[in-house]
């Protein structure tokens, strides 16, 4: 490693649990820096159609005419040229557990991935590592369903025609530089197609893990939701403590067909050295529900703003999102509902904690275009800051071209009150007891949205988040 | 009278807020199995006293002491005043959204204790308690104090009050804004709690609850500090006379404390 990424130093959570790197020679490690060869490169070490060639490289160009976005946080640290846009560790994307490299394998046994998986709690199991997809596997009677859950370069292979007909087709190339770097080097993500009136009943996970030094992981998930079906996915994400930036740039999108319900679910606990910069959209057609449930707890600096487009009548969407920043954090993470059809009803809950210097700002936008009438929507977001040198801002826009509608809006921002602290110690819960049961509370309206498991897996991040900062 | 050491002791009590002395010289002893009620005008620093009982950050004992057991206490935090086994019933109970009174009386319960409270032991004892206040079992299922009407706040003190059990309790106004059954219920519900082992201090603006709840002293707070102590027939001369009497006399209490 040459110039660090960024100067300032890196403020690693001390209670990080999942801060380890393995100690691996990557099989194919692309030389840092962005270039046409680089694009080239990715295309031809994945035997890819032309077509997506093609497509990389005009979003490279839109890449590289766009500035650098100057809201939200400080990217100008980001060097783009100091990233290595390619990292593989293994040959193989395996399909069963035991035929998966042993370190990998150590590594995602240490987060409690596989064990999940053995005790039937999901539906199937996905597994990126670096750059590529290192393990997917369906239960088989969803398989036998046809219901597809792959990565996404696998599925570019054996179902190119499924994935050229939606690919780019929520999100395109040129939506935003982040999204426009994705899909230049875009690798690995997940792909699941569910046919019409298949409901699947429990979580599909996947879980993406960081390991290399400066590097980019750009994954691509395309998610096709047919008529009146049904799915939950669930990605968590870490990444080990490293004291130079990575940068996480992900594309999600979403096709939510007539009828469908989707549910989306992130657990991001990314180190406090990863930037996650990540466009994540879905539209929703008639009377089809799409769920958002964004939950970021890591990261360095997260710039992420799910969004649901009602394209027909009856389309619903909800977005629920907890940002909690610690020390050196920034999460700016928000939500956008775009009501473009008559009766589309949407609803809007996010909460934002910051402690120990930490900040979190919810940052959403509420768009009702002229002829859109009989919408509703509710925005909610609060706020709850634990001590006096942490910051939360709320950046709520609301653009409503139609007068028809049925709009509610309430904000808040508070901090732990002293009121409240005294009353549950008079009833002899210690300082830090009742710190976490007043930001259990405050949580609890998202918390309560997750299955069990993974509501456990959100208050005990959040409580160990929460261990360095109250003293 | 007995010889029976003291339960709670507050000696020479002085407490003050943003820099004012609220309470001057306060001295008062609880002993097992009494019920004390210190009545006193708006202003008196009754609040204030309750509060510093307990130890709320934002009161400063600037003399005299507090002891439970023999023990000072002045110093404590309020949990740890709460485990050896003082209560303050709020006269505004704070509201703590999203925390389900159930959670929140179990993890009370359980560090009164000391050890975690089984839950088989904490459910009979919960049903017991709402059995005797009248309370629908759906109750704690809501969040802490959010949403409730003033008398369901009061009641949630007493219900606490019944399940943790301490040696002294202070009721910080808890008459106030109950109607007239919810101050029946309330009042059979300390009544309940009391015992020759434990002491209750009420601390009441008006004599009304005492008709319930049958005091052995009575005291008048008046300038931060007694001026006046008698039996229960003290409540009745307040009620037929008023403060005012006692107000003249404080005056120079107040001018030398």
């Known amino acids: ?471 | 009278m007995t010889a029976t050491p003291p339960l709670f002791e507050i000696d020479d009590l002085r407490v003050s807020v943003a820099d004012k002395q609220i309470v001057n010289g306060l001295t008062l002893s609880l002993r097992p199995g009494e019920v004390h009620a210190i009545m006193g005008p708006n202003g008196s620093g009754k609040s204030t006293l309750a509060n510093s009982l307990m130890g709320h950050p934002r009161y400063t004992v600037t003399g005299g002491d507090v002891r439970l057991q023999g023990e000072s206490v002045a110093e404590m935090a309020p949990d740890e005043r709460a485990r050896a086994g003082l209560f303050l019933a709020f006269q505004y109970p704070t509201d703590i959204p999203g925390v389900s009174m159930i959670n929140f009386l179990r993890r009370a319960m359980s560090a009164r204790r000391g050890e975690e409270i089984p839950v088989r032991e904490f459910r009979q004892v919960l049903n017991d308690v709402l059995g005797r206040l009248q309370m629908d079992e759906q109750f704690v299922r809501r969040y802490v104090n959010d949403g409730f009407s003033g008398g369901e706040k009061k009641r949630a003190e007493i219900l606490q009050l019944g399940l943790l059990q301490p040696l002294v309790a202070v009721m910080d106004e808890t008459d106030s804004g109950l109607d007239i059954d919810a101050l029946r219920i309330v009042s059979e519900g300390i009544n309940t709690f009391h015992s020759d082992d434990n002491a209750i201090l009420l601390i009441t603006h008006y004599q009304r609850i005492l008709r319930y709840v049958q005091p052995d002293h009575v005291h008048v707070l008046i300038g931060g500090r007694i001026v006046e102590s008698g039996d229960a027939s003290l409540a009745e001369v307040l009620e037929r006379d008023g403060y005012e009497p006692f107000m003249e006399r404080t005056s120079e209490g107040v001018l030398t404390s």
């Open chain 1, 1 to 471: 490693m040459t110039t660090p990424a960024s100067e300032a130093p890196v403020s690693p959570r001390s209670e990080y649990e999942f801060g380890f790197h393995d100690d691996v020679e990557a099989l194919v490690k692309l030389p840092k820096g962005l270039s046409r060869e680089v694009v080239n490169t990715i295309s031809d070490i994945k035997e890819e159609p032309e077509w997506m060639r093609k497509l990389r490289l005009k979003a490279l160009d839109h890449f590289n005419a766009r500035p650098m976005p100057e809201w939200g946080g400080d990217l100008s640290d980001i060097d783009f040229n100091d990233i290595h846009y390619y990292v593989r560790a293994t040959d193989r994307d395996e399909s069963a557990w035991e035929d998966v490299p042993d370190y990998i394998k150590d590594t995602y046994d240490k987060l409690g991935i596989p064990e999940a998986e053995k005790q039937g709690l999901l539906a199937g199991v996905g597994a990126q590592y670096d750059s590529e997809v290192v393990y997917h596997n369906i239960r088989e009677d969803l398989e036998e369903k046809g219901v597809l859950f792959l990565g996404t370069d696998q599925a570019l292979r054996e179902y190119p025609d499924l994935v050229k007909e939606y690919f780019t087709t929520v999100i395109p190339p040129n939506d935003n530089k982040f999204a426009a770097l994705n899909t230049a080097v875009w690798s690995g993500g997940s792909f699941i197609y569910v046919p019409p009136g298949v409901h699947v009943d429990i979580p599909l996970q996947a879980y993406f893990r960081i390991n290399s030094e400066d590097m980019g992981q750009f994954e691509r998930t395309l998610i096709i939701a047919d008529e009146g079906s049904q799915i939950h996915y669930v990605e968590g994400c870490t990444a080990p403590i490293y004291s130079s930036d990575s940068l996480h740039s992900a594309v999600v999108e979403i096709i939510c067909k007539a009828g469908s319900n989707v549910r989306y679910t992130t657990i991001q606990n990314w180190s406090n050295n990863v930037y996650n910069l990540v466009t994540k959209r879905a539209t929703a057609y008639r009377d089809a529900v799409m769920t958002w449930v964004d939950g970021n707890l890591g990261s360095k600096l997260t710039m992420k703003y799910p969004a649901v487009y009602l394209m027909e009548p009856g389309a619903h969407g909800e977005v629920l999102s907890i940002a909690s920043a610690g020390q050196g954090q920034q999460l700016d993470a928000g939500a956008k509902i775009v009501h473009a059809a008559p009766n589309t009803t949407s609803v809007i809950t996010s909460k934002s904690l910051s402690m120990d210097g930490g900040r979190s700002s919810y940052r959403g936008l509420l768009k009702v275009y002229d002829g859109a009438d009989g919408c509703r929507s509710n925005v909610r977001c609060d706020a709850l800051m634990l001590d006096e040198h942490s910051r939360s801002d709320t950046y709520p826009v609301m653009e409503i071209d139609e007068k028809k509608v049925d709009i509610g809006h309430e904000a808040t921002v508070s901090k732990v009150g002293d009121e409240q602290l005294f009353y549950l110690m008079a009833r002899g819960l210690s300082e830090e007891e009742a710190t976490k049961m007043i930001v259990n509370g405050f949580v609890e309206p998202i918390i309560k949205s997750l299955p069990l498991e993974y509501a456990v897996e959100m208050n005990r991040l959040i409580e160990l988040q929460m261990e360095g900062s109250i003293g």
